[in-house]
């Protein structure tokens, strides 16, 4: 039950992490992924159907670049959908865990 707890909230916060990287700058998937992997333990199979979604929604751009070490790579980048996305999700998230944060220190 603890286990699918911890994976619901991390797929629920897990566009907003997707943004926050790449409000950062341009990243290409892989890359994404494994910062992803690192900070918030979500599997790559998990995140590249969410790339997909947040370009087909307009959030991101994507362009390929040739790679002389391997296939071509796609690069992501927030589009100004996406920079507004994401301000407003940062917002909400604080508002949140804000709230969430208080509730807990009034416990007993």
């Known amino acids: ?6 994976v619901q909230l991390r ?10 990287v790449l409000s950062r700058g341009e ?16 599997g790559e199979g998990t995140i590249y159907p969410l790339m997909r979604r ?7 751009a994507t362009r390929i670049v040739e790679s002389s070490s391997g296939p071509p790579r796609k690069y992501y980048r927030l589009t100004p959908l996406g920079e507004r ?3 407003a999700h940062r917002r909400d998230w ?13 416990l007993p």
Not at 1 to 6: A, E, K, P, T, Y
Not at 54 to 60: A, F, S
Not at 94 to 106: E, K
């Open 94 to 106: 604080r508002s949140l865990t804000g709230a969430v944060d208080q509730l807990l220190r009034d």
């Open 85 to 87: 996305a994401f301000d």
């Open 11 to 20: 797929k629920g916060a897990l566009e907003l992490c997707v943004l926050a």
């Open 54 to 60: 947040m370009q087909n929604d307009g959030l991101v």
């Open 1 to 6: 039950m603890i286990d699918s707890i911890q």
């Open 27 to 42: 990243s290409y998937g892989y890359e994404i992924a494994s910062t992803l992997v690192a900070a918030v333990n979500m």
